[in-house]
């Protein structure tokens, strides 16, 4: 076997390692983002079109609506592969990702080898691949990683693209399935761009010829951005629908929470990464360690071998418009959590390969011959190390699993869907997930039995004028706050009020009413 071929082979090895931890890892395959994906999949195929269940009590007339956040990319994939095996959308999901996790040690060391090495590409591979958040998310139904997989190819095929017009039309057809499978790949899009500048600035003799294979590109793109951007159009009056809440948080507490992000995928180490973005002495330390390799490697730019300049220049460009984008987005929107190693995942493959470019081109490759190696031995040992907390979970993935386990072995009414009614739950993302065409919304019920007798059950009530509404409640693991079950005067209280309760244990409280204009 040549060394290519073996390199490979341990590529594909450790993505079927980080794919099995991820597979037995004890997590339902779905987080809340899964609902909208697997509804616009189930949609698409029943009705031609790209919905899902409103998320709050608004609209309470209407049962769906067109979804603005995700593009109709991966509920389309997720569609196909459902027709093609004859298999539930909610089944075939989670292992888009799965195979995408087991493929990405591959993609990176096609994508990168020519640059930096087999042996260098394969260790970023590995460092990538056996990420505990990249492991996390693998058997989930996300486009993350099915995404940066995709991203990592394109950068491959853009770096050994030759001069012909067919080369750049696959390259833009590529790119532009990167766009409409994620928005934030709109990045990628930007970074080809600005390549594209930087080759027609730096290479007077081709400008022509890029000029030409530029606008192939773009013409492969736009085949399939196009009708996306009439869609959006067309069903939101926008070209880019995407809307939220106005963020509570600042540009500067974005860059705080984007920098440990980028932190944990990178090194894996909590509480260093903790320390170097928080305190003042931890950023000088980066600062200066970024200084002193970056400065004598740039300052060596003209002695850099071609491949090397045109990786470098890609991959900083594309990992410094990613981290761009995700603070100015969350800086502008409230997503309801902070930026974490989700969200810098896909850019910290790119943070590897420049500097390992960056170090390949500095007088410490030759005065410190394996200290790369070293370094790349204590990233794997600590991820190695901080693999296993994967099977700590905390309360609310124990209750998300226990709501799962509960749905699928004793389906309650709602799942059953007997009757045509208004449904809320504070678990409505699994209601969505494993019980198809069960339109939950979501809502924060109080499980204290005082409060939820003199709050939510009169506002409940109000709703129950023109339609029948039911209440599915669980609580999370040990939360000491729920009174649950309810007492049996107030269950005599419910139904006097003309409440059925249907479900009353200490785990779950189920509760509907018919519509009064029925009484």
Not at 198 to 219: A, D, K, S, Y
């Amino acid at each position: 076997m040549t060394p290519r071929l073996t390199v490979y082979a341990l590529a594909l090895l450790f993505g079927l390692c980080a794919a099995l931890v991820s597979y037995f890892a004890p997590f339902i395959p779905y987080g809340v983002d899964s609902a909208s994906y697997i509804e616009q999949a189930r949609s698409f195929m029943a009705r031609g079109v790209f919905e899902v269940t409103f998320f709050g009590l608004d609209h309470s007339t209407e049962v769906s609506t067109p979804d603005r956040l995700f593009p109709p990319g991966f509920p389309l994939l997720m569609a196909l592969l459902s027709y093609l095996l004859q298999l539930r959308v909610e089944i075939v999901a989670p292992y888009l990702s799965l195979g995408a996790l087991i493929l990405l040690p591959v993609i990176i060391v096609y994508a990168f080898q020519r640059a930096v090495g087999l042996t260098s590409a394969l260790a970023i591979a590995v460092l990538v691949v056996l990420t505990p958040v990249a492991v996390r998310h693998g058997f989930i139904a996300y486009s993350d990683t099915l995404s940066l997989g995709l991203v990592v190819f394109c950068v491959g095929r853009l770096l050994t693209a030759d001069n012909t017009a067919r080369s750049w039309f696959y390259l833009g057809l590529l790119t532009g399935l990167a766009y409409v499978l994620r928005n934030a790949n709109l990045g990628l899009l930007l970074s080809i761009g600005l390549y594209g500048v930087w080759q027609f600035i730096i290479e007077p003799t081709q400008r022509r010829l890029l000029v030409t294979n530029g606008l192939v590109w773009l013409g492969a793109n736009g085949l399939l951005i196009v009708p996306l951007l009439a869609h959006n159009y067309q069903v939101f009056g926008k070209l880019q629908p995407y809307w939220m809440p106005p963020s509570s948080l600042s540009v500067r507490e974005n860059s705080h929470d984007y920098l440990k992000a980028q932190l944990d995928t990178l090194l894996s180490v909590s509480d260093l990464d903790k320390w170097l973005s928080s305190s003042i002495w931890g950023v000088v330390l980066l600062l200066c360690a970024f200084a002193a390799l970056f400065y004598p490697a740039l300052k060596n730019w003209r002695n850099w071998r071609k491949i090397e300049q045109q990786t470098f220049f890609i991959a900083a460009v594309y990992a410094a418009i990613g981290a761009a984008m995700v603070i100015v987005a969350r800086s502008k929107y409230e997503w309801g959590i902070h930026i974490d190693a989700r969200y810098a995942l896909p850019y910290s493959c790119f943070i590897f390969v420049a500097t390992v470019c960056a170090f390949n081109n500095t007088a410490y490759r030759h005065n410190f011959r394996y200290w790369g190696l070293g370094l790349a031995a204590l990233l794997l040992a600590a991820r190695v190390y901080a693999l296993p907390q994967l099977y700590d979970y905390s309360n609310y993935h124990q209750s998300v699993m226990r709501v799962a386990n509960h749905l699928q072995t004793q389906p309650d009414s709602i799942c059953q869907n007997k009757q045509p009614r208004f449904v809320m739950s504070n678990f409505a993302f699994v209601y969505r997930i494993l019980c198809p065409y069960a339109p939950v919304r979501h809502v924060y019920p109080p499980f204290q039995q005082a409060k939820l007798l003199q709050d939510a059950i009169p506002n409940w009530t109000a709703m129950t004028a023109h339609q029948a509404i039911a209440v599915s409640m669980f609580p999370y693991q040990n939360d000491r706050r729920s009174d649950l079950p309810l007492t049996p005067e107030h269950v005599s209280q419910l139904q006097s009020q003309g409440w059925v309760v249907e479900i009353n244990d200490p785990d779950h409280l189920l509760l509907s009413h018919p519509a009064r204009n029925a009484l």
